[in-house]
């Protein structure tokens, strides 16, 4: 059973930044997605980042050019770099990974929450 475990998150200011951690209990290359998403209060959960065994990426519009996704297979662990941080960032953050026979997995969540 793999399992996902996130760390990172916080309280910060607006225009702050922090990076969330996704470890992995066993190694992510068997993972052809990762990727991260998040709910906010009484919102549906919502696609932030995902990045492909290959190095692919693909973001939200709204968190392009302020988040980065990004992998270390070595370290079977996906990061998510978020600058520029605005209060409508604020929400649970969930690591979710996707197998190549397309079985999906889900982290516990972090919270962010960005003060104005």
């Known amino acids: 059973q793999v399992q996902l475990v996130e760390s990172g998150g916080g309280l910060v200011q607006a225009g702050g930044s922090l990076r969330l951690s996704c470890a992995a209990s066993g190694s992510i290359s068997t993972f052809s997605i990762m990727g991260w998403y998040r709910q906010a209060p009484g919102k549906h959960r919502e696609l932030v980042a995902t990045i492909t065994r290959g190095g692919n990426t693909n973001y939200a519009e709204s968190v392009k050019g302020r988040f980065t996704i990004s992998r270390d297979n070595a370290k079977s662990t996906v990061y998510l770099q978020m600058n520029s941080l605005e209060p409508e960032d604020t929400a649970v953050y969930y690591c979710?990974?996707?197998?190549?026979?397309?079985?999906?997995?889900w982290g516990q969540g972090t919270q962010v929450t960005v003060s104005s």
């Open positions: 979710k990974s996707t197998t190549s026979w397309g079985t999906d997995f």
